[in-house]
């Protein structure tokens, strides 16, 4: 058995251990055939060689990442000790946090925080139609609005269009109270929460009333011509073919979109498919159209987001087996 002691004098060691030793329980468990111990400034490492060394290029990633950012979240903390390939370790080692896309109101830095988010950052600085697929939690809505927001600032476009289909489980807009946007508003609601981190509420008033920020339902984009913006059609995945083909030929000049869905929350009705499903399909060849999934590693909600949805791909994993083998059954009792 070997030991080894590793100072965190330059790190303030409860961020470093979390409220309660809530990092280090994690730290704990991801490493479980060491034997942890803190002291002060100091954790303690026995056990296995490799099992220490593994440990500690780790925990080094997080010392490095703490001095320069001074913070670091639970989601972070378990990235880190999650990421065993290449591009994770350099991310943290060399980017942290990655580039600061706006500074909204009191000085708030918004950031791609994930690999996968500086990744959609880098395939739409490089296409002008990209499509972000992932799961609920991942970033997707939130990254693409502050790349939209970026651009307007450095005048890259001269006005944001958000726009989502109105539709969602279990609800119809006839059965909301109000007039149409009353009724449709809280459809929209994601896409409000993302610009009031971003911009100044006098200023996104402003911009809401001259029309330099439109955010409408998708319906709403049949017949336009969108040139000059930045376009995010969010909640893709409840596009019929029909209505994703008019949006992406609404398309104008000096014009950029973002397309976001998450294929595993379709809530259209049974006898309708998914635009999104098909688009990604026959436009993943495209020069000029960018494709990037997140996964679970991409969550920054709540830690035990990402555990709910891994519950749930194993159950759908499961029901697909089932599924599978019920219909297996069913043709060898015909034979």
Do not use: C, W
């Amino acid at each position: 058995m070997t030991e080894t002691i590793i100072n965190l004098e330059t790190v303030n060691p409860i961020e470093f251990f979390g409220v309660n030793n809530g990092k280090l329980d994690i730290l704990k468990k991801k490493f479980p055939l060491l034997k942890i111990l803190s002291r002060g400034t100091q954790l303690k490492l026995s056990g296995a060689p490799e099992q220490i060394e593994s440990a500690r290029e780790k925990i080094e990633l997080i010392i490095a990442y703490l001095e320069r950012n001074g913070h670091m979240s639970q989601n972070y903390f378990e990235q880190v000790l999650g990421g065993d390939d290449s591009e994770t370790v350099d991310h943290f080692r060399e980017n942290s946090p990655g580039e600061v896309l706006v500074f909204g109101p009191n000085g708030k830095s918004v950031r791609a925080r994930t690999a996968n988010q500086k990744k959609l950052v880098m395939e739409t600085e490089k296409n002008d139609i990209v499509f972000a697929i992932g799961p609920a939690g991942t970033g997707k809505t939130y990254t693409a609005v502050a790349i939209a927001v970026r651009a307007l600032k450095n005048k890259q476009v001269k006005k944001i269009i958000l726009t989502r289909p109105a539709v969602e489980a279990g609800e119809s807009l006839g059965f909301l109270p109000g007039d149409l946007k009353e009724k449709i508003d809280p459809y929209l609601r994601p896409l409000y929460d993302a610009l009031d981190d971003m911009i100044p509420a006098d200023k996104l008033g402003y911009y809401m009333s001259t029309r330099v920020i439109e955010i409408a339902p998708l319906a709403y984009m049949r017949g336009r011509t969108l040139d000059n913006a930045f376009i995010i059609l969010d909640e893709a995945q409840n596009a019929t073919d029909l209505q994703l083909k008019m949006f992406l030929t609404r398309i104008g000049a000096n014009a950029k979109a973002i397309i976001t869905g998450d294929l595993t929350q379709i809530d259209l009705p049974r006898n309708q498919r998914s635009g999104l499903i098909t688009a990604v399909r026959i436009l993943r060849n495209i020069d000029g159209i960018g494709h990037i999934e997140l996964d679970e590693d991409d969550v920054i909600r709540h830690r035990l987001v990402k555990q709910i949805l891994r519950a749930y791909n194993k159950e759908n994993e499961r029901e697909r087996t089932a599924e599978k083998e019920n219909l297996s059954d069913k043709k060898g009792f015909k034979s």
